[in-house]
């Protein structure tokens, strides 16, 4: 089965400061996609950045990067210069084969804090 | 709006009783998914369906059931409800080029 783990249940930076949440996933498959949510207060899940496991290069969304390291099966979540606003609940996900064909698996999460 | 409609919004009910959730997929998506966040803990994966079809099951209780209709909009039936099944259900559905859109969520509080 698949697992997705997120080893910070919480973590806590100051505003403008870079912070980095881990994430490692077990799978026997080649072809799979991950990716990062934040679920804020209002509880909306919001796709944070995807990343398909046959593209070496690693995908950014502005200050959203991610580091995925397909052998160790590990894919961490910068965020640089935070802001207050990137307060949130983060979540790791993980789907199989074909998107859109296969269920999210997701870890479970990781309360980030933006101090000002 | 992210193109995923789910209501009601908000639930109270008693224990014992049913409910029935229901789910808009964005246009044009054809696979819908039900997810349970108890309070504070990750999506919990409950059941998948693809054009009308169920494709895969999670940990779904058998109080619960579901089922998608022709017009691609999909329902979650909770039955025999305990206080324990107090969560937000979240309803995602997705297509290949654009990936998985979640709803708003449907917050359910059994009293």
């Known amino acids: 089965a698949q697992t997705v783990t997120q080893s910070q249940p919480e973590m806590s930076v100051q505003e403008a400061e870079t912070v980095t949440l881990s994430c490692t996933y077990d799978t026997s498959e080649n072809n799979y996609y991950l990716f990062w949510y934040k679920q804020p207060p209002s509880r909306q899940m919001i796709l944070v950045i995807r990343?398909?496991?046959?593209?070496?290069q690693n995908a950014t969304e502005n200050r959203f990067s991610v580091n995925f390291q397909k052998a160790a099966k590990s894919f961490s979540l910068k965020i640089s210069d935070s802001q207050l606003g990137d307060t949130a609940m983060y979540f790791c996900a993980f789907s199989e084969g074909i998107q859109g064909a296969q269920k999210l698996v997701f870890g479970q999460g990781t309360r980030l804090t933006i101090n000002p | 709006d992210s193109g995923v409609t789910q209501t009601p919004k908000h639930l109270i009910t008693a224990t014992g009783q049913r409910v029935t959730l229901r789910c808009s997929p964005r246009?044009?998506?054809?696979?819908v998914y039900w997810y349970q966040q108890s309070l504070d803990q990750g999506l919990q994966f409950l059941i998948h369906?693809?054009?009308?079809?169920?494709?895969a099951k999670g940990n779904i209780l058998e109080r619960f059931s579901a089922q998608q209709f022709p017009d691609l909009h999909s329902e979650l039936n909770l039955s025999s409800l305990e206080l324990g099944d107090s969560a937000l259900y979240f309803c995602?559905?997705?297509?290949?080029?654009?990936?998985?859109?979640f709803g708003s969520g449907t917050r359910l509080t059994v009293v």
């Open positions: 995602a559905s997705s297509g290949q080029a654009y990936g998985y859109t």
């Open positions: 246009s044009g998506d054809l696979s």
């Open positions: 369906y693809y054009n009308g079809e169920e494709r």
């Open positions: 990343q398909e496991a046959y593209k070496q």
